[in-house]
């Protein structure tokens, strides 16, 4: 019984966690939102994304299939465009 405590006390003192924060595993990365134009002309975001770029094409792509005909754009977070359809 006493080498179980002794284990799980050892155990216990030696559990590390570790969080990763999402902002410093990619720093020079922004987010990217992915917005739509609607019919009263006003830019609605549909997703927000990392800025790279194979993920913002398959984000526009896929929200140029469920709203087939309007405009599509990509815009980080200071405001500039990145991509449009």
């Known amino acids: 019984m006493f080498k ?4 799980f006390f050892y155990a216990l003192g030696n559990y590390k966690t570790t969080t990763i924060n999402s902002d410093t595993s990619y720093p020079n990365l ?3 939102e992915i917005q739509v ?14 800025n790279i770029s194979s993920l913002i094409a398959m ?4 929200l140029s299939d469920r709203f087939p ?7 980080d ?9």
Do not use: F, K, P, S
């Open 59 to 62: 984000e526009m792509n896929q």
């Open 37 to 50: 134009l609607d019919i009263t002309g006003n830019w609605r975001t549909c997703h927000v994304t990392r």
């Open 4 to 7: 179980i405590l002794r284990w």
């Open 77 to 85: 977070n200071r405001g500039n465009l990145v991509n449009i359809m």
């Open 69 to 75: 005909g309007q405009r599509i754009r990509a815009i």
């Open 30 to 32: 922004d987010n990217v």
